[in-house]
């Protein structure tokens, strides 16, 4: 396993008190099926961590989003790989856009995150964004 982590930027994608997420598929070899994710993905060489937070909720949700700021940096070693997660603010370019049938995602508040089974690594934001929702 590398020294050096893999880039991963990450869309928390907020309407309102409610986020953008959808649960990994079950698809064998694949690591974590059945956790919830918020959307993003690894960075193409060359790719800024903007640029490719943009690029995976297209390719992943059909949506165009804005990019407010970095929120956190969090270094995490799983069994599978050690990544760098940059977990961006964000919002939808057109405020009433949905998510495009199929692929998963769906708005969930805030507050209920922390009742959903995310990857190790997201349990700090998690609990952020549901302190958040809870004291808005």
């Known amino acids: 396993m590398s020294d050096e982590p893999v880039p991963v930027a990450i869309a928390l994608i907020r309407r309102d008190s409610r986020y953008l997420i959808r649960q990994r598929p079950p698809i064998p070899g694949s690591p974590m099926p059945g956790y919830w994710e918020f959307p993003g993905g690894k960075c193409h060489n060359?790719?800024?961590?903007?640029?490719?937070?943009?690029?995976?909720v297209l390719e992943e949700a059909g949506i165009t989003i804005d990019v407010l700021r970095l929120r956190q940096v969090i270094r995490h070693r799983y069994p599978h790989g050690y990544v760098e997660l940059h977990f961006y603010d964000c919002v939808t370019s057109d405020p009433t856009a949905e998510p495009e049938c199929g692929t998963g995602f769906r708005w969930v508040d805030g507050a209920d995150l922390p009742n959903l089974t995310f990857p190790?690594?997201?349990?700090?934001?998690?609990?952020e964004?549901?302190?958040?929702?809870?004291?808005a």
């Not at 060359?46 to 995976?56: S, Y």
């Not at 190790?120 to 609990?127: F, L, M, S």
């Not at 964004?129 to 004291?135: G, I, M, Q, R, Y």
Request: hydrophobic share 30%; net charge negative; glycine share 8%.
């Open 46 to 56: 060359g790719e800024t961590l903007e640029a490719c937070v943009q690029r995976e």
């Open 129 to 135: 964004l549901s302190n958040e929702a809870s004291n």
């Open 120 to 127: 190790g690594a997201n349990d700090t934001i998690v609990k």
